[in-house]
């Protein structure tokens, strides 16, 4: 945090005791000894606070809604929206989490869209957008408090503006959409903001957040606890830490089930969670959006590199430790989705205000110019782009919603859950998608994708649902992929001996409909229910 004066700053005139004035606006912040203030304060007098975000506010919140502007214009971004979204629709009609509703994620996000669609309907993702543009304006507005408290108020202005800027850049698909990593933001921010006031316990509700909302958001817990043992009175807040990080998590274990929460956020994902077999495949996706993340922080670059190349005694080592643990974060399970890269972005956006405050004012200009020139690039793309997969999962989705009743339940064997909630039709199984049951969902591609790869006992639960409640359909769109049905002795033997498919497909999707011998009723091409 914001380093202590000098000794000779420390001098005040008259007979009072010497008291540290507040940091003067231009000071040589490489002077100063690596001791973080536990409630360091700006360059202004604290009674403006109020106007300076009277002024910010507004500001932020404009630029965070033009920046996603372009997630309202597509019903969905990303599979991982799909899922949540029938995951919220299964909740709201009783499932139970982590075990007739299944996920790798914690409970947080899931309790959020179903709390959304219980106040605004479940047929839109209006609400959760809205939250996600609330989640990245929260982002925002923290990381100004945190750089004000640091450098100043300019420092506040630049860091809260900055993120907005470069929070778009990477593939649309990874930044529009409201999913995991956008909530995960503010809940670190806030973290690093507490703990560089020594709010220790509200530090550790904020960690909490995090851990709920992702498991790689705990990666926020090794700068916190730097900035604890730098504190005069670190034994203090130790107890508060761990009370505010321990009791969310405690809480949401009860009210799921503990055993369930730790196989399916910790335990249960051992295959997924390694690119051997995968390892060229992996390795092209992380170059690939690593180049996007630089381009889209190209004008952070400067003054990223100004400040790593500081010799004198270090204030930001803090910042430093979370770009670490965020960097570690983003390498866990070797995926490297461009959603993975959003951590990144606040410890890189507070380094970058930090570069700045050494740099000649007039860098400032040319920072924001190009963070704004390289937002309007990927705004365009975002606009501009064709989602085919998207497409294809509204056709499909009509299709399967044109040969069942709302009432019956159907199976989507692929990576698009999406297709459920656009055909309002209820899964027959607690497993969304194939990856769950093959390994696939993890971004592989071919050496270890079957049914060995699966989540422990999924296949047994899957053929004991599909034989209690056969689907009124069932839907191939694996479309050649390494999880064709071909390739999986137990999907293969239950369509040959219950399905039959259909001669028309869709996009290379195969509907399988019940067989005559089957004793399965089917459904009716004009939607209605079927005589049982």
């Known amino acids: 945090m914001l380093a202590e004066p000098p000794p000779a700053a420390l001098e005040a005139p008259g007979?009072?005791?010497?008291?540290?004035?507040?940091?003067?606006?231009?000071?040589?912040?490489?002077?100063?000894?690596?001791?973080?203030?536990?409630?360091?304060?700006?360059?202004?007098?604290?009674?403006?606070?109020?106007?300076?975000?009277?002024?910010?506010?507004?500001?932020?919140?404009?630029?965070?809604?033009?920046?996603?502007?372009?997630?309202?214009?597509?019903?969905?971004?990303?599979?991982?929206?799909?899922?949540?979204?029938?995951?919220?629709?299964?909740?709201?009609?009783?499932?139970?989490?982590?075990?007739?509703?299944?996920?790798?994620?914690?409970?947080?996000?899931?309790?959020?869209?179903?709390?959304?669609?219980?106040?605004?309907?479940?047929s839109t993702l209006t609400g959760v957008r809205a939250l996600a543009v609330l989640a990245h304006l929260l982002t925002a507005a923290l990381l100004a408090a945190t750089a004000r408290d640091r450098r100043g108020d300019r420092a506040g202005r630049t860091a809260g503006v900055l993120y907005l800027l470069v929070s778009v850049g990477l593939n649309p698909e990874d930044t529009q959409a409201a999913t995991f990593e956008v909530f995960i933001l503010p809940f670190t921010a806030a973290a690093m903001w507490c703990a560089g006031r020594a709010r220790w316990g509200a530090a550790g509700l904020a960690v909490a957040g995090a851990l709920l909302t992702k498991q790689t958001g705990g990666a926020v817990l090794l700068p916190v606890l730097w900035l604890l043992a730098r504190t005069p009175r670190a034994r203090t807040g130790v107890p508060r830490l761990a009370a505010g990080l321990t009791l969310p998590l405690l809480a949401a274990a009860l009210l799921t089930t503990p055993s369930g929460l730790?196989?399916?956020?910790?335990?249960?994902?051992?295959?997924?969670?390694?690119?051997?077999?995968?390892?060229?495949?992996?390795?092209?996706?992380?170059?690939?959006?690593?180049?996007?993340?630089?381009?889209?922080?190209?004008?952070?670059?400067?003054?990223?590199?100004?400040?790593?190349?500081?010799?004198?005694?270090?204030?930001?080592?803090?910042?430093?430790?979370?770009?670490?643990a965020s960097a570690v974060a983003v390498l866990t399970g070797f995926h490297f989705f461009g959603h993975y890269f959003l951590q990144l972005l606040p410890p890189l956006v507070l380094l970058a205000t930090e570069g700045l405050h050494l740099l000649p004012r007039h860098r400032l200009t040319?920072?924001?110019?190009?963070?704004?020139?390289?937002?309007?690039?990927?705004?365009?793309?975002?606009?501009?782009?064709?989602?085919?997969?998207?497409?294809?999962?509204?056709?499909l989705a009509d299709a399967v919603r044109a040969r069942t009743a709302p009432a019956e339940r159907v199976l989507v064997w692929g990576i698009h859950p999406e297709t459920y909630w656009f055909a309002d039709r209820a899964p027959a199984s607690r497993y969304l998608t194939a990856g769950l049951l093959t390994n696939y969902s993890g971004g592989r591609d071919g050496p270890r994708v079957g049914e060995a790869y699966a989540v422990a006992g999924a296949w047994p639960a899957l053929t004991a649902e599909l034989r209690a409640h056969p689907p009124a359909l069932i839907v191939d769109d694996s479309r050649g992929k390494p999880f064709a049905p071909e390739r999986l002795p137990t999907l293969r033997r239950f369509l040959a001996r219950h399905y039959e498919p259909l001669p028309d497909r869709v996009d290379g999707a195969v509907i399988y409909v019940p067989s005559p011998a089957s004793g399965v009723p089917s459904p009716r091409s004009d939607g209605s229910s079927p005589s049982r």
């Open 15 to 122: 007979p009072a005791a010497p008291v540290p004035p507040p940091p003067r606006t231009g000071q040589d912040p490489d002077a100063a000894p690596n001791v973080p203030r536990p409630r360091a304060r700006a360059d202004h007098p604290t009674d403006r606070g109020a106007g300076y975000w009277r002024r910010l506010l507004p500001l932020l919140a404009l630029l965070a809604l033009v920046t996603r502007l372009p997630s309202f214009r597509r019903p969905l971004w990303s599979p991982d929206e799909g899922y949540l979204a029938v995951q919220a629709r299964m909740l709201a009609d009783g499932g139970v989490l982590y075990d007739t509703v299944v996920d790798r994620k914690p409970p947080l996000l899931p309790w959020l869209y179903e709390a959304t669609f219980t106040v605004l309907g479940d």
């Open 262 to 324: 730790l196989f399916w956020t910790v335990t249960g994902s051992g295959s997924y969670a390694t690119p051997t077999g995968s390892e060229l495949h992996v390795l092209l996706r992380a170059v690939a959006n690593t180049a996007l993340l630089a381009l889209g922080c190209l004008g952070l670059l400067p003054p990223l590199l100004r400040l790593a190349r500081r010799a004198a005694p270090r204030a930001d080592v803090d910042l430093w430790l979370w770009l670490a």
């Open 366 to 395: 040319a920072t924001l110019t190009t963070a704004a020139c390289t937002c309007a690039l990927f705004l365009a793309w975002g606009v501009l782009a064709p989602r085919p997969e998207l497409a294809h999962a509204q056709r």
